[in-house]
């Protein structure tokens, strides 16, 4: 299951090792996610899906193991190389500014600028930047009274549409996204996982880390389950129940292993 | 209404006078206040000081209040820059004066005023990159490392004048003519007329962009309605400053320059950035802005701007001296930024509320003079004014929180 070169995965990582001084956060973990699929990243606190993550991102590097992308062997050292390979992150916190309008934010640091002098001065193009917001906007059926609102006054979907969104600017291949409706109620968790479903089918690569199963369930076609900093599942949505992958976030699988044999892969023993 | 163009189906249709209004009432409502609570007071307080000396609103009077106000408008200016970023410079006064001081001793030293002034705004910008790089670098708080420079500063201002403790200019010629050139006449209106054509040229440059691109755009008639405004307004005070001396060049630097900042800030990049590290510095660094460099820029300005209009002040005294740069001036700098509606929580603001801030405090001040009031009733009086209007920003702030989780 583990995509191999032949049915074109995107990002692929693996034997990815990461120590902490003493610490093992992660010891041989191989992960991938393909073009227009959605892989859920579970895992008990502490399993190491956030060191994971910060290695895709670049944040924190691995000591060991190798990355791909694309087919191509990809170094990532700093999140300027993840954000050149094409692979997108939205923060937990969303990383917005209040006090900026959405397409203010959508377009925050990569500015589109007139062109001629003006430009060279740094003289927005608003009236593109506000075209390509509202389009966007609507391509992702997003919707908000207008891009000029500022983000302080959006719901809380709202604002996780628009942070969604303003990862798709810089147009990546890999989305990650860092528990996308930890905050939110039940219509806008929905309205989320719609936006995730349609990043799918924009053929976008796309990671969500969640503690939240039946959202997990509602989206994913693949779940990778970390444990302990180490692989201990992965498993097609289709065709798996919840308890089984409970049972390889907690471990209880382990026991089981031999026996029963769910299928869980990579378990260190 | 019959347009050429089609319009998106997506808008909502803001464009014509209604649609204006209804805009700016959602505005209101929801906390975005902008100029608003200063505009109504600036109109109660002038009115009711001419009930009280019908002199205040003459001509005469006008000008003075202007020749008044535009140094320590300047200085707000760099004010509200810094307040932007969510940070503060208690320096601006200090630094305004010890500037002016080395102009005034460079020019009676025989270096030509054009050079002195240069040499003013130099080191008024090395200071704030200094405080800058303390503050973004070293992390010290602005609070503290701008506090410490409004004492050493001080103490270098008394260094320069040294024994003397006064610096005199001579009036009428160098330096001084930034103050005292007026524009008679003629010129006075051309200068307005510029000024309406410069907004309508860009409003219709606007909605001639926005339209090509199919995003909603103020109607003919809304930039009509504001450009005939706008032009009463202009024409109206050209009109009434030409019964007096004329247009005074201190007005057209400091209008100048609270319109330039007011167009970096809104309309280019480095603005935006002003405003995002204002908002949320960890997002604006997440979103590969150099939070550093800005905020090192933005003290750079506000150390220029205090140097520009420390340059004012002494050329209406034409004098510098010891207490120069000192006593209320500071207070009325960060006062003139705060009533005009620049939020001290960072991220809000406008240019145009160092010039609205400050024709409230210099109103407030220039009308008690006139009816003999002392320090002690303007103290109290623009007090006051400055705690509501910080009120009314820290409760605007409440409502757009309140309305923010809707």
Known sequence: MTGGEGDGALLELRGISKQFGAVQALTDVDFSVRRGEVVALVGDNGAGKSTLVKVIEGVGPANAGEIRFAGRLARIADPHDATALGIATVYQDLALCDNLDVAGNLFLGREERRRGLAGAVGWLHEVGMERRATDLLWTLSVRLPSVRTPVASLSGGQRQSVAIARSLIGEPRVVLLDEPTAALGVAQTAQVLDLIRRLRDRGLGVVVISHNLADVFAVADRIVVLRLGRNAGEFDVAGTTREQVVAAITGAADADAAATDVGPAGVGS | ?406
């Open chain 2, 1 to 406: 209404m019959t347009t050429s163009v089609e319009r998106d189906p997506r808008l909502t249709g803001d464009e014509g006078v209604r649609g204006h209004l209804g805009a700016f009432r959602r505005r209101v409502t929801g906390g975005e206040l902008g100029a608003l609570p200063v505009v109504i007071g600036l109109v109660v307080i002038c009115l009711y000081l001419q009930t009280q000396n019908d002199r205040f609103l003459l001509p005469g009077n006008v000008t003075n209040l202007i020749l008044q106000v535009a140094a320590v408008g300047t200085i707000s200016v760099g004010v509200v820059l810094v307040l932007l970023l969510g940070e503060i410079d208690l320096s601006v006064a200090a630094v305004s004066g010890l500037t002016s001081a080395v102009m005034a001793v460079l020019a009676v030293h025989g270096v030509h005023p054009v050079v002195a002034v240069l040499a003013a705004l130099v080191l008024g910008a090395a200071i704030g990159a200094f405080q800058g790089f303390m503050f973004a670098v070293t992390s010290v708080p602005s609070f503290v490392v701008t506090l410490a420079g409004l004492i050493a500063w001080q103490g270098v201002l008394l260094q320069v004048l040294g024994s003397t403790g006064t610096v005199n200019l001579p009036f009428g010629t160098g330096v001084s003519r930034l103050v005292y050139t007026f524009f008679g006449d003629v010129v006075g209106y051309l200068l307005a007329a510029a000024v309406v054509a410069v907004f309508v040229l860009q409003a219709l440059g606007s909605r001639r962009q926005r339209r090509a691109a199919g995003l909603e755009a103020s109607s003919p008639l809304v930039i009509g309605v504001r450009a005939a405004l706008l032009a009463v307004g202009v024409f109206f005070l050209a009109y009434w400053l030409n019964r007096d001396r004329g247009v005074p060049l201190a007005l057209v630097i400091f209008v100048g320059l609270v319109v330039v900042f007011d167009l970096v800030t809104r309309h280019t990049a480095y603005g935006r950035h002003i405003f995002a590290v204002g908002g949320n510095p960890e997002a604006a660094w997440r979103a590969g802005i150099n939070v550093t460099a800005v905020r090192i820029s933005v003290f750079v300005l506000a150390g220029t701007m205090a140097a520009a209009g420390g340059v004012l002040a002494a050329a209406r005294l034409t004098a510098v001296n010891q207490s120069t740069g000192g006593g209320d001036l500071l207070l009325n700098a960060i006062a003139a930024a705060v009533i005009g509606g620049t939020s001290l929580f960072g991220g809000r603001g406008s240019a145009y509320s160092a010039l609205l801030g400050v024709l409230v405090i210099g109103s407030i001040s220039n009308g008690l003079d006139l009816l003999n009031k002392s320090s002690a009733v303007k103290f109290m009086i623009t007090g006051a004014v400055l705690l509501v209007a910080a009120t009314i920003d820290a409760l605007a702030r409440r409502g757009r929180q309140a309305r923010g989780r809707a």
